[in-house]
């Protein structure tokens, strides 16, 4: 599900983790348990860096619906907690993390690549955006903090309350991505932006990174006191799955 490459890079290590699930590269329990297992070997390795990546025309196409309502409230007990512990690791992981966006980021794919330290997208063939309340599920608060911890606030509310899609060109303008680079040199863009990065020494690099989402960590906790078990009731109502039902059924009939 998730594949690791060595790239050695004048002696800077990266590794690249590279999600194959699926057509879409969708995100369940399996997808969260498998990254965060990927990111304890790679901070138990030598590895000075990495790069995250999809496969196919994905980076992820978000959550996996059809788990979703197929296994309810009893499968959506294991889901949010996962999900909010795998975008958490990622998010506070002491290395440097690039997200190489080379397809499709959309809801929980684009908060995983908004949960890196640096975004490098295709220029074409990509659309972007934080789609949930589309699907008519409220965002958990460790996916909502990312997404407000590297996006100016106007932006963030603009694209959660319209839950709109936007083209590579328009994700640089907004913050969503730090630069466009071309199918063919995306990853070896990625890489190198990681082997510089990881030329920084681990503990120093760390300790800024620590500093600098320490108040989006302190968010998480609060919300997720405040908010999370109300999100939890609305995600498996069964109103809210019909609807996921009704989105996924429009879906299907407007390929």
Same mark, same amino acid.
């Given at each position: ?36 297992a990927a ?30 309502i197929e ?31 080379? *397809?499709? @980021?959309? #809801?929980?794919?684009?908060?995983? =690549?908004?949960?890196? +330290? ?7 063939? !990509? ?86 989402? *320490?108040? @989006?960590? #302190?968010?998480?906790?609060?919300? =997720?006191e405040t908010? +999370? ?7 498996? !109502? ?18």
């Open positions: 599900m998730i594949h690791h490459d060595i790239h050695d890079v004048q002696g800077v290590r990266v590794a690249v983790l590279r999600v194959a699930h699926g057509k879409a590269n969708a995100i369940d329990v399996e997808f969260f348990e498998s990254l965060i990111l304890n070997e790679v901070e138990s390795s030598d590895v000075q860096a990495v790069v995250l990546t999809g496969s196919g025309r994905n980076f992820s196409a978000g959550v996996q619906l059809f788990a979703v296994g309810g409230h009893s499968y959506l007990q294991e889901f949010l907690p996962v999900l909010s512990e795998g975008l958490r690791r990622l998010f506070t992981f002491p290395r440097p993390v690039i997200a190489a966006i080379n *397809g499709h @980021a959309i #809801a929980g794919g684009c908060i995983l =690549a908004l949960a890196a +330290d640096r975004r490098i997208c295709v220029s074409e063939g !990509a659309k972007l955006g934080v789609t949930e309340l589309m699907v008519g599920v409220p965002f958990p608060s460790a996916p909502l903090e990312v997404v407000r911890h590297h996006l100016p606030l106007h932006v963030a509310q603009d694209l959660i309350l319209t839950a709109r899609l936007v083209a590579p060109d328009e994700a640089l303008k907004l913050g969503l991505v730090d630069e466009l680079r071309s199918a063919e040199e995306l990853l070896e863009r990625a890489v190198g932006t990681a082997a510089k990065m990881g030329q920084i020494p681990s503990r120093t690099f760390a300790v800024s990174k620590r500093q600098l989402r *320490g108040d @989006a960590l #302190a968010a998480m906790d609060r919300g =997720a908010y +999370d078990e109300e999100v939890r009731e609305i995600w498996a !109502a069964p109103q809210t799955l019909d609807g996921i039902r009704r989105f996924m059924d429009a879906t299907v009939r407007g390929r």
